[in-house]
Every structure is written in C-alpha cells, then in structure tokens.
T-cell receptor
C-alpha cells in the first residue's frame, strides 16, 4: 500500500515567521493530497488540498506545492500566528479512496 | 446540520467486554472509514466501506469488525476488548474524490 512520510515531527517558529512541512509518498497512482490541522482534543480539519493536475495552490496564508516527479508535496504557512499552533497531517489518496496519513508535525508558534 | 456523529465520546470498559462504537453521518456520503489514533499521533486506517454491504480491512489489524447495512451508519465492534485497544477511534466519510470529513472521535480506555 501507500507509504507517506512527513517531516519534521516537531517545529517551533516565532510569530510572523514562515513554517514549512514536507511529505513524500510512494504510490505514483496517488492523485489527491489533503492537509489537515488537528488542535488538541479536536477532530482533524481540512485546511487545504491539491490534486495531481496542479503544481501549487494558495489560500491566504497557506499554500501547498506538489512535485509529482519527485513524489513530494509541502505545506507553507506564512506570517504564522499563535492560533496556527496544532498538529498538521498530510495525506495521500487515489481518487478519494483509502487516505494514508503522514505521522504528523506538531507546530508551535511562539508569541 | 449535516455532520458525522460518533457515540460515545468517552468509554471506559473492562478487559474482555464486547463493545460497539457508533458512527452515523448525515452528509449523504457513500464512503466511510475508521481510523485509530493515539493523541496527536499518526492516524491508522482500520476499516473502510465504499457502500452498503461493502467493507474492507485497512492496514492496522485491530481485531475489530464493521458492518454497513445502511448508507449513513458504520458501527465498529470489538468482540473482546484488551488494554492494547486503548486509543481514540475516529470515523470519517467522503464522496467521490472529495476530502475526508471526521467525527469528533471516541476515546476508549480498556482497564
């Protein structure tokens, strides 16, 4: 099956700085890559997603890039704020089936 | 409001007991999933279903079973609970190539 690796496992940044989280996947058939944010004690929530026919997608302070050749995708958060502190998960899926998740990145934004 | 509902939210039970975790969604989704997650850690796919009377095992062998008799309902049963089953169980659903939508989870403790 698919194998998704995520780095780093923990990340601390100063408020206002940028944060980058990277993921790689193994199955070249994967074509849908969502990112989820999970706050303490809450359910994972979708923050942005990208499909294999697109190289980059942006939504305000959040952007995702995808390199299909290298099989990696990244989450970029600019101008970080304390409320961005959470655990972030990347995932890979084939046509919206069997989502495989990375191991998570615990992001701390220091005020 | 369309959502995915899990009950109970918290459950403490003794070793050897049979338990069923309930999951229902009112989002009109055809695909449903169960994930196991220790707090803040990786999500492991336990079972999934692409429609009524269709169920498959995921990569994590959790000694559990599921059923999908109705589109909106996807219960998870542990025939004999063990302390190693202590974890959070997240139910999710989606349709087509859309992202997963998660329930609030059931936190299970087996004593």
């Amino acid at each position: 099956g698919e194998n998704v690796e995520q780095h780093p496992s923990t990340l601390s940044v100063q408020e206002g700085d940028s944060a980058v989280i990277k993921c790689t996947y193994s199955d070249s058939a994967s074509n849908y890559f969502p990112w989820y944010k999970q706050e303490l004690g809450k359910r994972p929530q979708l923050i942005i997603d990208i499909r294999s026919n697109v190289g980059e997608k942006k939504d305000q302070r959040i952007a995702v890039t995808l390199n299909k050749t290298a099989k990696h995708f990244s989450l970029h958060i600019t101008e970080t704020q304390p409320e961005d502190s959470a655990v972030y998960f990347c995932a890979a899926s084939i046509q919206g089936n069997q989502f495989y998740f990375g191991t998570g990145t615990s992001l701390t934004v220091i005020p | 409001e369309a959502d995915i509902y899990q009950t109970p939210r918290y459950l403490v039970i003794g070793t050897g007991k049979k338990i069923t975790l309930e999951c229902s969604q009112t989002m009109g989704h055809d695909k449903m999933y169960w994930y196991q997650q220790d707090p803040g850690m990786e999500l492991h796919l336990i079972h999934y279903s692409y429609g009524v009377n269709s169920t498959e095992k995921g990569d994590l062998s959790s000694e559990s079973t599921v059923s999908r008799i109705r589109t909106e309902h996807f219960p998870l049963t542990l025939e004999s609970a063990r302390p190693s089953h202590t974890s959070q169980y997240l139910c999710a659903s989606n349709r087509g190539n859309s992202p997963l939508h998660f329930g609030n989870g059931t936190r299970l403790t087996v004593t």
